[in-house]
């Protein structure tokens, strides 16, 4: 059965919690991983939230599944995990496929925007445009 768009993000909300930035950030103070899983030149141009590891949004299901050649050991599914993109659409996308991959404790902050809104500390980017 397809699925649209629309509905896609429909399940992954409902699959993935969001969270404040400030709930973030004591969640992490607590070991948790904040995923950004934005493109790199989305990185280079507007910065990254301080303390964010970075893995984009292509390469995730890769880097998640530790069994595969690409697995990335800051993820794993016993580690509580908070995702955020560039406004929050592609962060739920990827907490559905965490949780649908066996990760227990996943959360959508939403964008970098709402990081910074909510007091987060942000890295400058290296590329200040033209």
């Known amino acids: 059965m397809s ?3 629309k509905e896609m ?4 909300n409902a699959a993935v919690p ?3 930035a400030a709930d973030a950030r004591a ?3 607590q070991g948790a991983l904040l995923l950004d899983i934005r493109d790199a030149n989305e990185l280079q141009t507007t910065g990254r939230a301080q303390g964010a590891h970075h893995v984009s949004r292509g390469m995730l299901e890769f880097r998640a599944d530790p069994a595969s050649p690409y697995a990335d050991a800051e993820l794993r599914p016993d580690r509580v995990v908070i995702l955020h993109c560039a406004s929050g659409g592609r ?3 990827a907490g559905k496929v965490l949780k649908d991959m066996g990760y227990a404790e996943v959360y959508n902050l939403g964008g970098l925007k709402d990081w910074i ?3 987060g500390p942000v890295i400058e980017g290296t590329d200040p445009g033209m």
């Open 3 to 5: 699925m649209t768009l």
């Open 9 to 12: 993000l429909e399940a992954a």
């Open 18 to 20: 969001g969270i404040s």
């Open 27 to 29: 969640k992490m103070d």
């Open 91 to 93: 962060a739920a996308l």
């Open 117 to 119: 809104e909510g007091g």
